[in-house]
């Protein structure tokens, strides 16, 4: 099935531990993302790709980097995990950019304790 | 101020009934508009667009109003499966990254 493979599904991280949230997708779409989502904040963008090679900075970036080796993969890593970053981590890809829909993955349920 | 802004609700409706949600935006120079809808504890997925003109989707209807700078979500005959938030989505044509997202609706429709 086309989609977006987040992995893993839930986790709980002591805090100052290393942690890559995986994100794969197989639609070909050049753009990919990655949302923060908390209680009352809504969706907050913290890293995207225009296409691979190539990564920004998005509204939340503090404490995530990412790479983008190749179209389908787009790894979030955090170096060393507060529980500020207890949180929903949504992937998410779109095709042409932003004036279309995105497709999001399952999402990642993260504790740092 | 929020750049994009949604009453946060919820909204409870009893089933068949017609509720209507708006979001306004900040950002004149906004130019796509999107509805989408999440269930509790899933992903978000795209509803629909929003056009210039308005558009209909069986029970559902979005409209733009650019002067006043709102979207609107119109659900017709509420089903209890309509029971979700409902999150509007803005895409600017200025900044590095584009696509901003309200904080969402909840709808809670009752038999």
């Known amino acids: 099935i086309a989609g977006i493979t987040q992995a893993p599904t839930s986790q709980i991280l002591a805090a100052g531990r290393r942690m890559t949230l995986r994100c794969t997708q197989d639609?070909?779409?050049?753009?990919m993302y990655w949302y923060r989502q908390d209680l009352g904040l809504g969706l907050r963008l913290i890293h995207y790709?225009?296409?691979?090679?190539?990564?920004g900075k998005g509204e939340v970036p503090d404490g995530y980097s990412v790479s983008r080796a190749n179209t389908d993969d787009f790894p979030l890593t955090l170096a060393s995990a507060v529980p500020s970053q207890t949180s929903v981590y949504f992937c998410?890809?779109?095709?042409?950019?932003?004036?279309?829909?995105?497709?999001f993955g399952s999402g990642t349920r993260l504790t740092v304790v | 101020r929020k750049e994009v802004e949604q009453d946060p609700g919820p909204f409870n409706v009893p089933e068949g009934a017609t509720v209507a949600f708006n979001c306004t935006y900040s950002?004149?120079?906004?130019?796509?508009f999107f509805w989408y809808r999440q269930d509790c504890r899933k992903e978000p997925k795209l509803l629909m667009s929003?056009?210039?003109s308005g558009n209909e989707d069986g029970r559902f209807t979005a409209q733009l109003n650019r002067a006043s700078q709102y979207i609107s979500l119109l659900i017709r005959d509420s089903k209890l499966s309509d029971s979700a938030t409902y999150l509007c989505?803005?895409?600017?044509?200025?900044?590095?990254?584009?696509?901003?997202f309200g904080a969402g609706t909840r709808l809670f429709v009752k038999a």
């Open positions: 998410a890809s779109s095709d042409t950019g932003d004036s279309d829909g995105y497709t």
């Open positions: 639609m070909r779409h050049n753009a």
């Open positions: 790709s225009n296409t691979a090679g190539t990564t």
């Open positions: 950002n004149s120079a906004s130019q796509s």
């Open positions: 929003v056009y210039s």
């Open positions: 989505v803005v895409n600017r044509n200025t900044g590095g990254f584009k696509t901003i």
